[in-house]
């Protein structure tokens, strides 16, 4: 009796997932991933941004990055540029919304001003980078819909391949196709289409860390601009989380005095 039980629960259940639209798996999918990787309170990590141009120019930037989790919002975050000379001083602080746009500034020392990023220009170039700013925006569930595409190998591990659209307006991505680790429900490679559908870039993901026992973090992310063929590879190190930052660790005075 009991495995006749077992037997036909497993069917329902079956039937129950194959019911599913792709739609319905695509936004599963990204849950489950934010899901996973909430609770870590914040964080703070050393970035190294290697700028490449088609001819094969260098540069490199040496920024500190702080994060801060919202209740019931998205993150917010500050980024603080220490080298080269030119840039150093230079401040970036990013509060995302589950919806509607969100709110960022840059502080130039040069001209010791606050510039607030309109939410039109969220498409722009951060900091010369091939990185837009909202690239890096906390990627909240809700920016986006989605549709389940296929399961795919990627390396040597499986991934849900899904397709993601963005909400915003003023995106500058028509579309996103990610591939998202099957086990642990981290990015593995993200594909950006723009305004007009055509491929724009690739971020793919390595060397994955994981820390507190739970939280995964790449620490190299290498995006190619195919249409420039400009590159940026972001390298993070020295994670630490529990620093019991506060809203005033990311408040618009805390910009000026970023240090």
Known sequence: MHRIFVLLL?????ELVLAQTPEQQGLEIAQEGDRRDS?????????TMLLKNRHGDES?????????????????????????????????????????????????????????????????????????????????????????????????????VIERYPVDEYSGYTRQVAWIDKQE??????????????????????NYNQYLGRYWRAEKM???????????????TNYKFANAFTDRDFDRNSLKRAR
């Open 10 to 14: 497993s069917l329902v259940l079956s």
């Open 39 to 47: 609770g870590f309170v914040d964080s703070r990590a050393d970035l």
């Open 60 to 160: 490199l930037r040496h920024i500190r990055i702080r994060t801060l989790e919202v209740e019931g919002d998205g993150d917010k975050s500050m980024s603080i540029f220490d080298k080269p000379f030119d840039v150093k001083g230079t401040a970036f602080l990013s509060y995302s919304h589950k919806t509607g746009s969100d709110d960022q500034w840059l502080y130039l020392p040069a001209l010791k001003r606050v510039k607030r990023i309109a939410s039109r220009n969220k498409s722009g170039s951060f900091m010369g980078s091939e990185f837009a700013y909202e690239d890096i925006s906390s990627q909240e569930v809700e920016k986006y819909t989605y549709k389940y595409l296929r399961d795919e190998a990627c390396g040597e591990r499986e991934c849900f």
């Open 185 to 206: 429900y981290r990015p593995a490679k993200i594909i950006f289409y723009d305004r007009k559908n055509a491929l724009l870039k690739t971020l793919v993901y390595n």
């Open 222 to 236: 290498f995006m190619e601009n195919h249409q420039t063929g400009k590159s940026t590879l972001l390298t993070w």
